[in-house]
């Protein structure tokens, strides 16, 4: 019963390549976020959908590409791997729309190598 | 720059201490401040406020809002070990060129010794 479920929660990849990680939400939100945390803990926001429309799209390079296939899921594709792209990357969702609480996912943590 | 300053970075008390965590904000078009608790994994929800004054409640944790003035405190009082953790302070906007986002701040890292 896992409110905010990504896969995978680890990934280990060499420079170059092409990854995604998923995520699904049995809240019934209609907001959803990628948050990408460093290894200062520090949290930004990278994009954020309201009902499938993305609303938010931060300075992030173009390598990084969501997509909202329903109001259930947002993923996230990553093209051209890059060593600073390691991170640990949280899904969320909110059910008070944007700007209010959000639940987070257990996190996907990136290495690339 | 940052928009959500919390202080201290960092804080080490023994068990049964009262802890007061700090969060500052200049966020345009405030809806909302948010306290997490971040352990090993991901930030757990902890409050929301949204009004000036009202104390917020659960157990042994309570947080106010001064909108006035542009902050917020998380109280821990009686810590335990299980306390030990990063608390991080969010706030939200609701529209214009900011609509959506939660601006996080660094966290201050809460460490209980028994």
């Known amino acids: 019963d896992t409110a905010v479920s990504q896969t995978p929660k680890y990934l280990v990849t060499q420079m170059g390549n092409d990854k995604s990680i998923k995520c699904e939400q049995n809240?019934?939100?209609?907001?959803m976020y990628w948050y990408k945390q460093d290894s200062k803990k520090f949290l930004k926001i990278m994009f954020s959908?309201?009902?499938?429309?993305?609303?938010i799209n931060e300075t992030v390079p173009n390598r990084f590409s969501p997509k909202s296939p329903d109001k259930a899921h947002l993923n996230l594709h990553i093209n051209s791997l890059e060593l600073g792209d390691s991170a640990v990357y949280f899904c969320?969702?909110?059910?008070?729309?944007?700007?209010?609480?959000?639940?987070f996912g257990q996190g996907t943590r990136l290495t690339v190598v | 720059e940052d928009k959500v300053v919390q202080s201290p970075l960092s804080l080490v008390v023994h068990e049964g201490d009262t802890v007061t965590l700090n969060c500052s904000y200049e966020?345009?078009?405030?809806?909302?401040l948010l306290w997490y608790k971040q352990e090993k994994k991901a930030p757990t929800f902890l409050f929301m406020l949204?009004?000036?004054?009202i104390e917020k409640k659960s157990g042994r944790l309570s947080s106010i809002l001064d909108k006035k003035e542009l902050f917020s405190i998380l109280n821990i009082t009686a810590t335990q070990t299980g306390d030990s953790a990063v608390y991080l302070c969010?706030?939200?906007?609701?529209?214009?060129?900011?609509?959506?986002?939660?601006?996080f701040g660094r966290g201050t890292q809460l460490t209980v010794w028994p």
């Open positions: 809240l019934g939100h209609d907001t």
């Open positions: 969010a706030v939200g906007a609701d529209r214009g060129s900011t609509l959506g986002r939660l601006y």
């Open positions: 959908y309201n009902n499938k429309e993305l609303i």
């Open positions: 949204t009004s000036s004054g």
């Open positions: 969320a969702s909110s059910p008070r729309g944007p700007g209010t609480e959000a639940f």
């Open positions: 966020v345009t078009n405030f809806r909302s």
